[in-house]
């Protein structure tokens, strides 16, 4: 009479004992071939250095599709959809804002909340608008967890995203909109009201600074003073003027 270990072997029920390391030839050749460029970013993304230099080399056919698989922080881990940024590649003005928040998530776009619809009418009163001569891009390129602000280490690993941007746009002013970004791209620490109604320089753009959309969603009062930064702005544009405080 066949022994039990024998009819499940003749029935191919038995279990196989395989040596652990060793692969089977036969999955080797079913397993998918590696995405290069996705293991490029894995590795640089561990080299900061070497990172930045590759973020530093793309062009806008694989800048989007970099920021989506950039996984450089924890913000990684709690977005939908990643925010790269919206509007004229060859804009005259870019607009830098905190990061996205939830409706930003949801749809990839930035400023397309509330915020953004005051940030519309405000570009529709100087005669813009986000698809011509402008363009809009924030801090971080994904939403911290409940619209907090984007932590130093955070806003420092998406600060290639956004220097590249820079780059490539090459735009005659820029506007920091809120100290994010204010803090991000003049390296300052200094408060909002001290950098207001002043010329500063990214480089060798011009830079203005005023309120976030959405803080001045809560404080109704300082919409006028943001309307003053955007004539401001509006100047300083079209005099191509030096850093520095106004006739200086």
């Excluded at 100087?126 to 280490?153: F, Q, S, W």
């Excluded at 220097?163 to 390296?187: C, W």
């Amino acid at each position: 009479m066949a022994t039990r270990a024998e009819i499940l072997r003749e029935l191919k029920l038995a279990p196989e004992w395989r040596l652990r390391g060793r692969a089977d030839p036969a999955d080797a050749v079913d397993a998918p071939a590696h995405d290069g460029a996705a293991e490029r970013i894995a590795v640089a993304a561990d080299d900061p250095a070497a990172r930045s230099a590759r973020i530093a080399g793309l062009d806008w056919d694989a800048f989007d599709a970099d920021v989506a698989a950039c996984t450089a922080c924890g913000l990684c881990r709690t977005r939908n959809r990643t925010v790269p940024g919206v509007g004229d590649r060859e804009a005259d003005w870019l607009f830098v804002g905190e990061g996205p928040g939830a409706e930003e998530d949801a749809r990839g776009e930035p400023f397309v909340g509330q915020a953004g619809r005051l940030l519309d009418s405000m570009l529709a009163a100087l005669g813009m608008n986000r698809h011509d001569r402008v363009y809009i891009a924030n801090v971080v390129k994904c939403r911290p967890p409940g619209n907090r602000t984007p932590e130093p280490g955070e806003a420092d690993a998406c600060r290639p995203y956004l220097e590249r941007q820079i780059e490539l746009i090459r735009p005659k002013l820029i506007v920091a909109l809120g100290k994010s970004a204010a803090s991000l791209l003049l390296r300052t620490d200094a408060t909002i009201a001290s950098l207001r109604g002043r010329r500063h320089l990214y480089g060798e753009t011009p830079l203005v600074v005023t309120y976030h959309p959405a803080y001045l969603l809560r404080n109704l009062p300082d919409k006028a003073r943001a309307w003053e930064d955007l004539l401001f702005a509006r100047r300083v544009a079209a005099s191509g003027a030096p850093a520095g405080p106004p006739g200086a």
